[in-house]
C-alpha cells in the first residue's frame, strides 16, 4: 500500500492578473489536505483502476468515467507518463478535508495527491514540475485559462511567486505573517469568475490592463515586504489588492462583510482569495489580535474559520 498527501493552497495576492501574465503569491495551507491511498484491488480487470472518493459518493472503474473526469484524468495522465506495464487491478482512494469551490485549491490537491500516490506506487521518479504538469492538464479541462498557480504551489508544497509559463520562484520569507481564512460558505466556481473578469477585459481592455498593472506592482511590494518580514506592509498590500478586485467585480456582499468584519476587528489587513463571488478570504494578523478576529468572523457568518502561518 502508498499513500500520498498535498495540502490546501491561498492566494496571498495577484489572482484574476495572474490569468493576464502578471505575477502572484501563493503560499501552501497544511490544515487542510488531500490522501489519496493505492492498494490491491483484490479483484477486477488486469490494469484496472478503481476510483474511490466517499466525498463525492464514487466508487468506479477508471475505463467507466469520461475522460473529463477529474480523478479518471489525472489517473490517466499519470499512467502516461508511467508507462507502468500490465499491472494487477489496483484501488485507489481518495479523501480530503479541503472544502471544494472554495479557492483553496481542492481540485489541484486531488490530481497532486493521486499522481503523487500513483508514482510511489509504480515506484517512478517524477518530480515537483512534471506533478505541477500533469496536475495542470486537469486544471485546464475544467477552466481553459487557468494559469497554473494552484497546482504549482500545491505541488511545490512551498511559498511561490508564480508567473504564468515562468519557473515558479521559492519566496524568501523574512518572518512570521499569520493568517486567518475565513470560509463565506458560499461555493463559487472559479471558472464563473474568471469568464466575468474576461467579459469586462473584452468590453474595456485597457481599463482592465491598467488595473492589472496596479495589482502587479502591490505583488512586488508584497514580495518585498514578505521578504523583510514587514507585516505592515504587507497588510495595506492586502487591503488595497481586495479594493482593486472589488472593481474587477469578482467579490460579494458575503466576501465583503468578513473583510470589513475582520478591519474592524483589528486585522493589519484582509482580501478576498483565489477566484472570488464566494469562498475564501484571508486575513492578516497580529498574535494578540488573532482571537479578536477570528470570533469577529464567525460573527460576521463564517462558517470555518483556518489558522495558517508564513514563516521562514
Ligand atoms: O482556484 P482559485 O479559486 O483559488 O482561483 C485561482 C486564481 C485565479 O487567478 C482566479 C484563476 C487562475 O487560474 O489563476
Given amino acids: 500500500m502508498t499513500s500520498a498527501c498535498a495540502p490546501g493552497k491561498i492566494i496571498l495576492l495577484g489572482e484574476h492578473a495572474v490569468v493576464y501574465g502578471r505575477p502572484a503569491l501563493a503560499v501552501p495551507v497544511r490544515q487542510v489536505q488531500v490522501c489519496a491511498v493505492v492498494e490491491a484491488a483484490g479483484s477486477g480487470p488486469p490494469g484496472g483502476v478503481l476510483l474511490v472518493s466517499p466525498d463525492l459518493a464514487l466508487e468506479s472503474w477508471l475505463s467507466d468515467l469520461p475522460a473529463s473526469h477529474p480523478l479518471a484524468a489525472i489517473s490517466q495522465a499519470t499512467l502516461a507518463a508511467l ?44 518530480g515537483h514540475s512534471r506533478v505541477s504538469e500533469l496536475a495542470f492538464e486537469v486544471e485546464r479541462i475544467h477552466h481553459g485559462t487557468a494559469s497554473g498557480i494552484d497546482n504549482t504551489v500545491v505541488a511545490f508544497d512551498r511559498p511561490v511567486f508564480f508567473r504564468r509559463g515562468e519557473t515558479p520562484e521559492p519566496l524568501a520569507i523574512g518572518g512570521s505573517f499569520h493568517f486567518l481564512i475565513g470560509d463565506t460558505g458560499v461555493a463559487a466556481p472559479t471558472a464563473e469568475a474568471v469568464g466575468r473578469v474576461r467579459q469586462r477585459w473584452q468590453a474595456d481592455p485597457p481599463a482592465l490592463e491598467a488595473a492589472f498593472d496596479q495589482i502587479a506592482a502591490l505583488v512586488l511590494d508584497a514580495r518585498q515586504a514578505l521578504l523583510i518580514g514587514d507585516v505592515d506592509r504587507l497588510g495595506a498590500d492586502l487591503r488595497r489588492n481586495h479594493a482593486l478586485l472589488q472593481e474587477l467585480d469578482v467579490s460579494s456582499a458575503g466576501l465583503d462583510g468578513l473583510v470589513q468584519a475582520a478591519d474592524a476587528a483589528g486585522a493589519l489587513g484582509a482580501k478576498m482569495s483565489g477566484g472570488g463571488m464566494g469562498g475564501n478570504m484571508i486575513a492578516l494578523v497580529s498574535v494578540d489580535r488573532r482571537e479578536p478576529v477570528a470570533d469577529a468572523l464567525r460573527q460576521a457568518g463564517a462558517v470555518s474559520v483556518l489558522q495558517t502561518e508564513v514563516e521562514p
Avoid at 110 to 120: E, F, G, K, N
Fill in 83 to 126: 508507462e507502468p506495464g500490465p499491472f494487477a487491478p489496483i484501488r485507489v482512494t481518495i479523501t480530503s478535508t479541503i472544502p471544494v469551490a472554495s479557492g483553496l485549491g481542492s481540485s489541484a490537491a486531488v490530481s497532486v495527491a493521486i499522481a503523487r500516490a500513483l508514482i510511489q506506487h509504480f515506484g517512478g521518479e517524477l
